[in-house]
């Protein structure tokens, strides 16, 4: 057994008295498998070890062999310890078990065999050296979650536009003068009816994203996702932020943030532009075209557009050729139906016709059949922007 540990010890101390009590060298990480600390160790690595060290995170394959395994929802829900005999890249056999304080979970402990087999007793001896700084693991994480709850305060500062922005810039050491990008991120639910991540879960994402990649920003949530504020440097573009953002949906795996829409605002210059590039990043978040997307604003600008100004009709607004389009099509909404698709296709008969899977000459009588009982004239442009904008509106 150990012995205690002092109240100021860091996830390095955990690690390493975790170490000497079980026999091999030891990563601590923390709930959402980002490593916090690990322990001293003479010898060679293998390439798990090194890569999560050095990516400050566990290794995407490791991630994908813990689920393939079961091992991942086991160390979220027990104190059991698993035992892995191998893993990828020719690995050394693993320990790992979970820091728990009640029901929260903490984090994970993780065990490497070295050049010495671990011994029959590491299993028991792992479990118990976990258990005795687990204190210590719930007052530093308790630390770093009041100083991200800050941060998260102070992004949103900058991002709303407050009076305290710039003394939020220098607490989150970004230039006020600076160049920047918002990135957006809504989770809605998955196809199979999953419920949506909770922010707190989306802005962890993202966090962890921002200090793997070494970038300078902050995040915070936001309704039900997150935003966050990137700095550029003076030779960065777009693309960085587009990059980033690939990477946020790559890394958000097969569970729950995986229905992630990631977008990206244009670069703007300055705190004074960052409500406006809040502003563009959440437009573009909302028209991106499907789950697990990024999009940049400058490539669904006109879709947000549209977006912005049918949210902003009153919801009463009717147009009288549509009510007597609808009253004619009751029970059935063909024509309708054909409406919406002629609107889509920019018009065309023939791109309509294969859009219903329907004959042309058919498409061409229905049109017919909705000038005559609706009185529209669509061949005005007026009245087919009229026309598409009410039908855009959400069912009441």
Known sequence: MTASIGETAPPFDVADRIAAAVGGPVIVEDASFRVLGYSAFVGPMDRGRVEAILGRRIPEAWFEHLTSTGSVERLRRSRDVVDLQDGPWEAH????????ADDRLLGFAWVAEGDEPLGDGA???????????????????????????HRSRLAAALLDGLPGAPAAADRLGLERDGRFVVLAVAVPGGAT????????????????????????GAATPRGDGALAVLALGPDEVEETAARLGQEVLRLAGAGPLRTMRVAASSVGTGLAALPRLRDEAGAAAVVAPGDGCFVSYRD???????????????????????DRLREADRGNGELERTLRAFLATCGSASATAQE????????????????????LRLDRPEVRIACDLVLRRPSP
């Open 93 to 100: 056999r693993r320990l790992i078990t979970a820091f728990r």
């Open 123 to 149: 299993a028991a001896a792992l479990r118990r050296a976990v258990d005795e700084t687990t204190p210590v693991m719930l007052r530093h994480l308790e630390r770093l979650d009041a100083e991200e709850e």
């Open 193 to 216: 009816g999953d419920a949506p991540a909770p922010a707190e879960r989306v802005v962890e994402h993202l966090r962890r994203c921002l200090e793997s990649f070494r970038r300078r």
């Open 300 to 322: 669904v600008e006109a879709e947000a557009l549209v977006a912005d100004v049918v949210a902003a009709l009153p919801p009463d607004l009717r147009l009288s050729g549509l």
């Open 356 to 375: 219903l899977g329907v004959h042309v000459t058919t498409v061409r009588h229905r049109l017919d059949r909705i000038a005559a009982v609706s009185g």
